[in-house]
């Protein structure tokens, strides 16, 4: 792949608002000048994940991890850098020349034909459910409408209907121009059977786009009209742009609001979630249909560490909540369960009751300890022997997953009064249940910048970064040899080449120069130390000039030592007097 200009990457980066993209993926906090979050690139309960949009850089204070608007979509999207640039040049209008950048990167492509096959798929079923006057689809619509769905919903999440027909979709889409074979990747059309060609997955079903949080369609839902046509619903398979277990039906629309009031409802079905939502609940998603996978948790976590489970009563819905419980609490999140009436979900209970008793449930969820003591206790007796022995394995083993030692002390205490049974008892089986399955996990592996740059180093470079005139004056006295690790002398290297080139310089054309992960983070680091914090610019130079200057010293020194006690060892008396006198004139 060919180069791309630096003039296109440096438009780019000045078209790309930082805390707009980064706003796409996590939810960000105004705090003070600056925007904060949780970090989507480790786990953390406490926001340090920090945007500065006036720098146009992030950084996070809990991993170490920082860079620009490039630098962060390359991690997020695992992009290299020339794709990562591609990726912001088409959100914004920017045309990057073929003959400079070369071919596009296949798979890359790919995902983004299919994404594009997706869009006219989801543009063609919405049209026809809006404006289609065949029978079957007034039979859609007024199913829609029996459910209280209405037009203004309907536009909002992009609703459909297949029609009734073998090849609808495809006759549509090949008439746009896409092959037969981009179609059948796409998850739209299955080969029939022992004959030639295709014939449209789905027909004759109202249509749910599946939808990310960057707002496109990567797969659809698609339920039935009519019990004869088989199951309730269907689902695309998995594509080059939709695995199952990764994405939750509606994030898109309520993921800004789950950051503000800092919690998330997570329901089963497409209309589980659509009911409460017409209704005015919007911090709520679907995970549709399954139990939460570890993919699904992190991407919730990006917006909020709190999470309400609303699943079916049934006893399937009710087990994918119990499946869900252990991979919540293996993430760090906070976990309540909240219960409907028998035989009820979402839609039909909302439907029945009113929003405000739903919304009464949800307020009155019961703690994870509670929820599953009163499910194990619905097949198991609590009050005999052998009942009460399986309730406290199964309920230990869960409490033991907690990282936090304080709360698993205080789930012990509370299951101990549930069964009725002395503490000490319950603690010394909890001791043998964590070192049966190795409770004690290995330490997070994180990005933290090495701690052996001193403090002299990060604050002569902040002030660089600050204002690259103070490169000039510290080049009279020192040069990036001098710094005290390889990153700093990495980033001091850098700095002295770009004064070369020009008297002003931003923390961007920095990070564009700077190819190490680890050299961008320092550089974000050294750019969220507060103006307050250095103090007096100009004494606090001076004194890092004459810290590096007596480290130098000292280095030099150690250096002329070492050869003095080598000559002395060989007895060359001529090089020990040349050596001895240079050690002299240091000391001066």
């Known amino acids: 792949m060919g180069l791309i200009p630096n003039d296109i990457i440096n438009q780019v980066i000045d078209r790309s608002d930082i805390v707009e993209i980064i706003g796409d993926y996590t939810a960000l906090k105004k705090a003070g000048q600056n925007f904060k979050a949780l970090c989507p ?5 406490s926001p340090s994940f920090v945007v500065n949009p006036d720098k146009q850089i992030f950084h996070c204070f809990g991993c170490g991890v920082g860079g620009n608007v490039i630098g962060f979509l390359m991690r997020q999207e695992h992009l290299e850098f020339p794709q990562a640039v591609r990726f912001l040049a088409e959100k914004k209008g920017i045309v990057i020349p073929e003959d400079e950048a070369g071919a596009s990167n296949p798979s890359r492509q790919l995902r983004e034909d299919v ?8 543009a063609f079923f919405h049209d026809i459910l809006l404006t289609g006057r065949e029978a079957d689809v007034k039979v859609a619509r007024d199913y829609l409408k029996g459910r209280g769905v209405h037009l203004e919903t309907v536009k909002k999440f992009q609703l459909g209907f297949a029609p009734n027909e073998w090849d609808a979709l495809l006759k549509y889409l090949k008439a746009k121009g896409i092959s037969e074979e981009l179609i ?16 449209d ?3 004759n079903r109202v249509i749910f786009p599946i939808v990310d949080i960057q707002n496109r369609a990567v797969a659809f839902g698609a339920r039935t009209m009519e019990a004869s046509d088989g199951a309730k619903y269907i689902n695309s398979p998995e594509t080059p742009v939709y695995t199952k277990g990764q994405h939750l039906f509606g994030l898109n629309l309520c993921r800004q609001r789950i950051g503000e009031v800092d919690q998330i409802i997570v329901v089963e079905g497409y209309m589980d979630m659509i ?11 679907a995970s549709l249909g399954t139990a939460l996978t570890t993919d699904q948790i992190r991407l919730i976590r990006r917006y909020t560490p709190n999470v309400v489970m609303l699943f079916d009563t049934d006893a399937a819905g009710q087990s994918a909540i119990v499946r869900s419980l252990d991979l919540l609490i293996d993430e760090g999140m906070n976990v309540r369960v909240a219960r409907l009436k028998e035989g009820e979900d979402p839609d039909s209970f909302i439907r029945q009751e009113g929003i405000d008793a739903f919304n009464a449930r949800i307020e009155h969820a019961q703690s994870l300890l509670d929820f599953k003591f009163n499910w194990l206790s619905a097949q198991i007796d609590p009050l005999t022997v052998e009942g009460k022995t399986k309730i406290a394995r199964e309920l230990l083993a869960t409490i033991a997953r907690f990282k936090s030692e304080v709360a698993k002390y205080e789930l012990t205490k509370a299951l101990a009064q549930k069964l009725n049974i002395p503490e000490s008892v319950l603690f010394k089986q909890s001791t043998q249940v964590q070192t049966q399955q190795g409770s004690v996990k290995k330490p997070e592996v994180e990005t933290k910048v090495s701690a052996s740059t001193s403090a002299s180093d990060e604050l002569l470079l902040s002030l660089f970064l600050k204002d690259p005139a103070w490169v000039k004056a510290a080049r009279e006295n020192i040069g990036p040899e001098d710094f005290s690790d390889g990153i700093a002398r990495q980033v001091a290297d850098t700095v002295w080449s770009l004064a070369d080139q020009a008297n002003d310089w931003s923390t961007n054309d920095l990070l564009l120069r700077l190819n190490d992960e680890a050299a961008q983070s320092f550089v974000t680091k050294l750019s969220s130390i507060e103006e307050k914090k250095l103090g007096d610019a100009a004494l606090v130079f001076q004194d890092c000039i004459a810290k590096i200057l007596k480290e130098k010293q000292k280095k030099a020194r150690g250096k002329l030592m070492e050869a003095i006690r080598q000559a002395e060892v060989s007895r060359d008396t001529e090089k020990l007097d040349k050596l001895r006198e240079e050690f002299n004139q240091l000391l001066k």
Do not use: C, Q, T
Not at 41 to 45: A, D, I, L, P, T
Not at 191 to 199: D, V
Not at 275 to 285: L, S, T
């Open 201 to 203: 997955r789905f027909r």
């Open 41 to 45: 690139f480790h786990h953390e309960k």
């Open 115 to 122: 994404l594009k096959a997706n869009a006219l798929a989801a």
């Open 184 to 199: 059948l990747k796409a998850g739209l059309i299955i080969a029939r059977e022992g004959k030639s060609g295709f014939y």
């Open 275 to 285: 009911m409460p939502f017409i209704h005015g609940v919007d911090n709520i998603a």
